[in-house]
Structure formats: structure tokens, C-alpha cells
């Protein structure tokens, strides 16, 4: 079954359709994404033809997405989708990101030192030229800093 992520306003295909990304926009892989659906018609569909069509439409196209993503797995429609060309990432649990070797060996998990012991941590997951920014602290504590944030609203002083 296909992770269902909240709404975005911005791009339709971001709305729980977590196998595909806002991409949807591009009608080359719009049309992609009905081929590989097994639902070419999709594709001509007077509902769903323009991006605005898709928005007035959206509940539809929920449940025609909805239902066709449950037919697989996500590894099954990260296959297909990316056999047919479309941008595909599988959203990973925190568990399968900190156990996943892949992670390990490109530098997304870290240990950093806490009071509780060391902890590991997932870095930032974007590098800069083969750079990823390193990991500088730890969580903090339950109310570690409430004291240092409330002194800094006493100074504060408000016009009455």
C-alpha cells in the first residue's frame, strides 16, 4: 500500500500520491504516470486534462489514484513508475532510514552526543557539491532552554 501524506496546495500529485511527485504539472509525465497506471484514458479525460480541470476535480482523481495505488506495493509502483519514466522516491519510515545500508554509506545518519548517551541522527538530506552539512547538536532536553527563552521575553519591554 502506497503511504498517504498530507495535502499540499501547491501540487496536486503531492497530495498522499507519495509515488509520484508534483511533476503531474508536465503533461508528458501526466501522461506517463495514466500509461503506467494502466489507465491511458486518464490522460484525455476531460476532468483531469488541465492542472485547473484536476483541482475542480480532485476528489475524483483521489479516488482513481487512491484505488489504483492500492492494487501494489510501494516498491512494485516505484518499479513500474520509474519503467515508465516517472520521478518516483519512496517516503521511508524512520526505522528503514536508519537501518538502510544506502544511508549509512551516503552520510545521511550521524551519532551525535546527548545527555541521554549517544543518539543517532538523519543529517540533512541535501548535499552542496558533495558536501553534506554536518550534524551539530543534539535534541535538547525536555525545558532545557525555557529559562535562557524566558529571560530573553523579561527584557522585552512592552508600551502600555
Known sequence: ???????????????????????????????KLCVALGRPEL??????????????????????????????????????????????????????IYSDPHTAAIGMVGTVDHASGPLEQIAFPVNFGGVRPPLRSAPPLHGEHTDEILAGYQEVSVPS
Request: proline share 5%; aromatic share 4%.
Open 43 to 96: 490522460a484525455t479525460d476531460a476532468r483531469f486534462v488541465h492542472h485547473r480541470d484536476r483541482i475542480e476535480h480532485r476528489s475524483e482523481l483521489d479516488e482513481v489514484l487512491t484505488a489504483a495505488f492500492a492494487t501494489g506495493t510501494v516498491q512494485h509502483w516505484c518499479r513500474i513508475l520509474e519503467d515508465h519514466g516517472v520521478p518516483v522516491s519512496p517516503i521511508r519510515h524512520l526505522d528503514e
Open 1 to 31: 500500500m502506497v503511504q498517504v501524506e498530507p495535502p499540499h496546495s501547491r501540487d496536486l500529485a503531492c497530495d498522499g500520491f507519495s509515488v509520484a511527485d508534483g511533476e503531474e504539472r508536465n503533461d508528458g509525465l501526466r501522461g
